[in-house]
């Protein structure tokens, strides 16, 4: 019996470390169930390197992870996705590309470690929270019975998910 593989796309602005700790978590953690994309609105070209960093201490690939454009999940030939997770407040304010396929979307809000100043030990806390928080919210996601739940009910999961700080 073959399972359906859904497709989810993390939303973050720069597109340089939440987003990118989500995808690399989600395509590990979803053991082939799932595909994760993650994109930005003004990417910043770059992966963070403590995000690279910290997937790989933590035994995640990194192969692959790139800083891109949301754009390229709005064309016509790009991935179809089921949902569409923002993981930044600012993201989740700013007028989203129309996706093929009207995927569900929920909003996952979280500290953005990359914005965080200071010493190496605090951009350090600030990532490992990240990918904790992160973590447990996909790990929530994952043990939903996505097969039985009508739409109301999995969006309603979706969004308390989202308001799970740890």
């Not at 003004?42 to 390197?49: K, S, T, Y």
């Not at 709005?74 to 997770?85: F, G, H």
């Not at 129309?98 to 010493?119: F, N």
């Not at 951009?123 to 790990?139: E, H, Q, T, W």
Request: aromatic share 8%.
């Amino acid at each position: 019996m073959s399972h359906r593989i859904y497709n989810v796309l993390f939303i973050c602005t720069h597109n340089c470390a939440r987003s990118i700790l989500a995808e690399a978590i989600l395509n590990q953690n979803g053991a082939g169930r799932f595909r994760a994309f993650s994109a930005g609105s003004h990417p910043a070209g770059q992966v963070n390197p403590h995000a690279l960093e910290l997937l790989e201490r933590n035994h995640f690939s990194t192969k692959g992870l790139r800083s891109k454009n949301w754009n390229e999940f709005a064309t016509p030939d790009a991935p179809v996705m089921d949902y569409v997770l923002t993981v930044c407040d600012k993201a989740a304010g700013e007028v989203c590309p129309v996706w093929p396929g009207q995927p569900m979307s929920a909003h996952w809000g979280v500290e953005d470690p990359a914005a965080v100043e200071g010493d190496e030990e605090a951009v350090n806390k600030a990532f490992k929270d990240a990918f904790i928080v992160m973590s447990r919210r996909i790990g929530l996601f994952l043990s939903l019975p996505l097969e039985k739940l009508d739409k109301l009910s999995l969006h309603k999961e979706l969004v308390q998910i989202g308001q799970t700080k740890d």
